[in-house]
């Protein structure tokens, strides 16, 4: 076995070289890299001795893997920053409170995010007809329920046949409940032009021209649970450049957040004070806090809303904060949610000295980034009122359920963008209100849903999709949607190619498919169009997207997939012709090969290399990634360690390639890589005692081609950026 993984190794290095444009890269990243990868298989050599094969447990790194892929492709697609930290808690909470599947319900086992409608409902149907669960091994009698599905549930359940004794006393509360307090510190080692020194009178001239706080980040939580019932938290922030008890932030933190929320008590399905999220139907009508769209699990294309739930991101922006709750009647459940808070947001200059200037003052737009780190960003701090209010209420029952929803959204001062051709149908002015309403059916393996919406100036936005399960070995998925171009929503989060539910129609199909052991093949194809113009596109436009992957999983220890993913869209032209801009194609493709080997239950190597090909008009771009990744888990130790080291050749930022990268608990990174050079990155955890476990990482990507990075304020004058975090966690 051993001396197979190494003639595998060593073959694939040779393939490499022979088939990939490493010429470009400089001789001395090639030299590192390979030796990595030679003391890699050195251990593969070593590990065959010392460890056995026989008992491969699921890692923390593999629970979450599912959740990183979507959240990573969700990241491709909108370059956004993504906090599913709170997916991650939830899991963490039932892996020391197990769940008793012969008790759970609809709503428990969608806290399973890896877990769709018809696997619930099959679950449930085997139930109600065969009786309560003997073992677990009695899942693999159910439909849909593959071993990789079962292997990401184990961890977090058991069977009982003795219904739940817990109470919700306040002794118990008390006595049983659990305390963890984190402390995050952050900072760039390389120094940013936005912190170097600067002559008085030159920054009298410039206010802006410097950072007015310390270069580092600094994050603490305090997160207080009682099962899955009773969930506290106090969450505070402070960016790089911030400051921190002076000036401008004499309370401490730039940003502060805490929520009291409770769950399944009695009538009350959730009860929210604070800061929190409200997530109802399809993401169409009302929909804040983290919502996926499209990925490589094709079939999965169906949002599982969550309701009301706690909020402890620290976007300092799209989340409300208020009341809000959920009350179970029967089989309906009726929620309302009320939040007043401020946003940052760019104030209009007053240009008619005789008006009133209340009348007169605007925002040109709502900002989200949460900086405060210059006068001129803090200028910009709290300058719009935000007021929301609605409800929804929902006839459940488990196969069928309907629900409406109404969110009245107020601005003050109103909202006033300057008008472009692309956003003259945009939300503009102080109010808006959004219907809807949305639907779920389950008729024996097929999963209808949908949701309609209308904003108050008339838009509507409509989507309906399938779920096919027609096999325990295939499944289909169709998804169609239609947003006007001039529906209007501040807080929604529907399956878009967009960022926003605008201005798009689109017809969306996936499949997948396990014809064989440990062969699994998915695919999908998205056919969309903007009826109206969007930024950088001065006519109406259209495009395509589809993607192909296999996975081959013969064992737990060995999983490995290819992917290619095509994506053709339309851009002006950069030249124009008597002021007419003209559509050029564009169109990108994603080559990407990985594969994971777990030597043992303490080894786990996984390798990655992605080729991506950009074209616009007549000129094409190219770009490269390989990495490596190690990890070392020992189980009679207190400690584990991951490791990194990542070369890129990529010719623009078109063709950056973003990658999911392993980080302290709770926290996420997914850089992109562009440009050319290498990266690499230490995380190292130590648990010291049953209280407090230890974080420490340690990143750095070096350029070979550039001189400077970034710009503007962050600007570093060198070729390397260096950034280092460490993290204590104290459970009490």
């Keep these: 076995m051993v001396k197979k993984s190494i003639n595998f190794y060593n073959l694939e290095i040779r393939n490499i070289l022979s088939n990939t444009h490493l010429s470009s890269i400089p001789i001395f990243h090639i030299n590192i890299y390979l030796t990595v990868r030679y003391l890699l298989v050195l251990l593969f050599f070593l590990s065959g001795y010392c460890f056995s094969f026989s008992q491969v447990p699921v890692t923390e790194t593999e629970k979450n893997e599912k959740l990183e892929q979507k959240v990573e492709d969700v990241i491709e697609a909108t370059d956004a920053e993504v906090d599913y930290s709170y997916l991650i808690e939830e899991l963490e909470v039932y892996l020391k409170n197990k769940m008793n599947l012969n008790n759970a319900s609809v709503e428990d086992l969608q806290h399973f995010f890896f877990l769709n409608d018809v696997q619930i409902n099959n679950l449930l149907e085997h139930i109600k007809i065969n009786g309560k669960l003997i073992s677990l091994q009695e899942l693999q009698s159910i439909d849909g329920f593959d071993m990789g599905t079962i292997y990401m549930l184990l961890p977090y359940v058991y069977v009982s046949g003795d219904a739940s004794d817990k109470h919700l006393r306040f002794k118990d509360i008390i006595k049983e409940g659990q305390s963890q307090l984190y402390v995050r510190y952050q900072q760039n080692i390389e120094p940013q032009i936005g912190f170097s020194a600067i002559d008085d009178s030159s920054l009298a001239a410039n206010p802006n021209a410097r950072y007015l706080g310390s270069p580092y980040k600094l994050y603490t939580r305090y997160k207080y649970n009682y099962y899955n019932n009773i969930d506290i938290g106090i969450t505070a922030e402070k960016d790089p450049g911030e400051e921190f008890f002076k000036g401008s932030q004499k309370k401490g933190f730039d940003f502060y957040s805490a929520h009291f929320y409770m769950r399944n008590v009695g009538k009350i399905k959730a009860l929210a004070i604070g800061d929190y999220h409200v997530q109802f139907g399809q993401g169409l009508t009302f929909w804040s806090g983290l919502g ?10 169906k949002k599982n809303p969550m309701g009301i739930r706690p909020c402890s991101s620290v976007d300092e922006n799209l989340f409300m904060r208020g009341l809000a709750g959920t009350f179970a009647i029967k089989n309906f459940e009726i929620s309302a949610f009320f939040s007043k808070k401020k946003r940052d947001g760019n104030v209009n200059a007053i240009t008619d000295t005789l008006a009133n200037a209340d009348d007169q003052l605007s925002v ?60 003259q149908f945009e939300f503009n002015g102080k109010e808006n209100l959004n219907l809807g309403a949305d639907y779920n059916y389950i008729f024996k ?24 399960s027609l096999d325990p070995k295939l ?68 495009g395509f997207d589809y993607l192909l992957q296999v996975n ?8 490995m997939y290819a992917r290619y993913r095509n994506k053709t869209k339309q851009i002006n032209n950069t030249t124009a012709e008597n002021g007419l801009y003209f559509l050029d194609n564009t169109e990108k493709e994603n080559y990407r090969y990985e594969i994971r080997y777990k030597v043992s239950d303490n080894f786990l190597l996984k390798n990655r290399i992605e080729y991506v090909k950009y074209s616009v008009g007549d000129s094409s771009y190219t770009g490269f990634t390989m990495y490596q990744d190690f990890q070392f888990t020992p189980k009679k130790l207190p ?42 990155y230490i995380l190292l955890s130590y648990k010291v005692n049953r209280t407090l476990d230890l974080w420490l990482r340690v990143a750095q990507t070096y350029y070979s081609n550039q001189s400077t990075i970034g710009t503007g304020l962050d600007e570093i004058k ?10 204590l966690r104290v459970k009490f």
């Design 292 to 301: 996926f769209g499209k990925s490589s699990e094709a079939v999965n294309v």
């Design 639 to 680: 400690f584990s360690i991951t490791l990194r080291y990542a070369l890129f050749d990529t010719d623009n930022y078109d063709t950056r390639i973003y990658v999911y990268e392993n980080d302290v608990l709770y926290a996420s990174s997914f850089p992109s890589y562009y440009y050319k050079g290498s990266r690499a």
């Design 552 to 559: 081959y999983k013969p064992s737990k220890i060995l999983e």
């Design 475 to 542: 499944s289909l998925s169709v998804l169609y949607r239609k947003y006007d171009i001039n529906y209007q929503s501040l807080y929604s989060s529907g399956f878009s190619e967009g960022s926003k539910v605008e201005n798009e129609q689109g017809l969306f199909l996936g499949v997948m498919a396990a014809p064989v052991r440990a062969w699994t093949f998915t695919a999908y194809a998205d056919n969309f169009s903007f009826p109206w113009l969007i930024y950088r596109v001065n006519a109406p436009s259209k």
């Design 364 to 423: 040109s737009s709502l900002l989200e980034t949460g900086y405060h780190r210059t006068p001129s960003e803090l200028s910009k701090k709290g300058t719009v009122d935000e007021v929301i209010y609605g409800g929804n209420l929902t006839y459940r029952k488990r196969l069928f359920s309907i629900g409406v929803t109404a969110a009245k959204t107020e601005l003050s001062p109103k909202l006033d963008k300057a008008l472009y051709p692309y956003n």
């Design 718 to 727: 060198g070729n390397a950026k260096t950034e280092v975090k460490a993290q």
């Design 445 to 468: 393996n097929i999963n209808l849903f949908g949701e309609v919406a209308r904003s108050e100036n008339g838009g509507m936005a409509y989507l309906n999709g399938a779920i096919f």
